[in-house]
């Protein structure tokens, strides 16, 4: 195989909303590159619809301690309230700094940026649903996205686009570089870099029913944990209440924030009875719970009982048309209905990941859940557990937390560089690599064994045993199916044995870190013994602050998961009864 080599300072993986930020960061003062194996401008951030929160108070008066509250109670008290604080104040800056750069919000009579209502989020502690969410019509991701990418070519920026990431280098706790893979040709890249930030995104395509595109695959998280880096808080994954029937294309909550209804069959607005002070603006997990139960009780629409639906008739052609034109468009296209006129089929999708790769509020990754940090590696966004979403992220806290934090991993890699010196990482950095593909080419295809099958079985079985309701027995099964799963991988096959934009080897690779995430997920589901945000067994309702007031860390433990418990970072916010 040929290989090439570079050398960098500093190399961020993934070019969404997280890795562009730092990146804008970092690359005035170190030779840096962003390695991404999509084009930048595809990345999932820009798929983003309704909005990113600050407390501006431009519609009614704000404060960003409103803003913080809303943010622990939402995370159901496990987020760590230190960095929370951090990202509801710095959120401030952070709209008035992409404004600055160009970002076209929406905006008010008064010029202003404009702001919406979103699920979870309050004035005066709860008082009344709060005005917050900046967004740019029903496309603030793709704005997001777009504007980052601008400042970053207008600063020079060095990107390898549709190169793939597939092995990290540490030497005795210290980064060295990364190995990748370049699409286009099937040739091997050594980065020699002393600083890396994992900017990966998320991974719900572990699930059937997933809001994600099809790369979110958790390929940094996965690459860490295969190194020995545990994963944080994993259980808990969100489910959007609002995805299309079926295909699980996201409706943004801001349709509900503009003042869209849920129904059940019978034209109920049933939130009503689940969350009687913010209704329909409840939280997701809640909102997510609420729609399965009224399926599992039979008031569930259509032939088989299985959908709700979201009805946005009574807001009007006009208010439609100017504030939610893209989901509008999603819903004429994909399920031929006409949203101006009649509701539309939805039910939970799979959307978020609050786990992932643990950090502290400045990105650097830890080791271990007793605090130890690794030298020179980062994370920041989806990819990252900061953690400031806890058991349940509210809606608009993401885009808010990929500026945020992207930004201090950038920093992060600043300082680092500035006080250490490069060490070199020669070609045969790349051997375990050139070895794995090398396996893959040479072992003859069988579909019994193909990565269209396993990955399947995958999302079917994690869709039936470990999506909105859990229990000991069906997380005991999904526990064999997925011990049955890795098995079958070790003799995973592929047809396409060319070197030319090779997906199915591709694929291959990332189903592997499909079935880290799947294994973590499960395992910790498992040993949570309590209900608490986006986690729900149905053997365990209540949430038990004496025991599991505590993040997980999921270690790899040869095919099983280890895991350790890290407390929460309480602070002026004590745990009360969560009630909307
Ligand atoms: C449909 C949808 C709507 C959403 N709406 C909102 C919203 O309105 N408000 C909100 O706050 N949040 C929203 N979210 C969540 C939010 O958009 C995401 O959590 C966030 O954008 C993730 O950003 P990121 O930078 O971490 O990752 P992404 O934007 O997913 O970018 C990941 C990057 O990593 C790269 N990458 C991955 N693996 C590799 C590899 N092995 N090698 C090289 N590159 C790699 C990819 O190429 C990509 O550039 C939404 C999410 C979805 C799916």
Redesign the pocket.
Known sequence: MKIVKHSFDGII?????????AAIEAAPTMKLAV??????T????????????AALANVEEDNWNWHAFDTVKGSDYLADQPAVDILCKEAIDAVVELEHWGLPFSRLESGKIAQRRFGGHTVKEGAAPAFR?C?AA?R??HM??QTLYQKCVSMGVEFFDE????DIKIEDGVCKGVV?YEIATGDLHVFEARAVTF????F?KIFKVS???H???G??PG?LYQKGIPLEDMEFYQF?PTGIYRLG??L???ARGEGGILRNKDGERFMERYAPSIKDLAPRDMVSRAIATEISAGNGAGPNNDYVFLDLTHLGEEAIMKKLPDITDFVRTYVKIEPINDPIPVQPTA???MGGIPTDVNGRVLSDHKGGVIEGVYA?????CVSVHGAN?L????????VVF?KRAGQSMVDYVSSTKASPLNESAADDLSNKISGFMEKEHTTEFSVAKIRSELQDSMEENAKIFRSKETLDNQTEILSDLRERYKNVTISDKSKVFNSELLEAI?LDYLLDMADTTVASALARKESRGAHSREDYPDRDDTKFMKHSFAFKNGDSVKLEYKDVELGKYEPMERKY
Request: no cysteine; charged share 15%.
């Open positions: 993986v993934g070019a969404g909303g997280a890795g562009l930020r390695i991404t194996k999509l084009y930048p595809r990345s999932h951030t820009g798929a983003a619809q309704g909005g990113m929160s969410a967004y029903d603030t991701g997001i996205l190169f793939q990431v597939l990748a900017a990966t995104g998320g719900g809001s994600n595109a790369s979110l695959t390929d940094g690459m959007h294309i996201l943004s909550e801001a959307h978020y990941a920041a966004g989806e990819a990252a992220r809606g608009t806290n993401s885009l808010l937390d990929i992207g990332e």
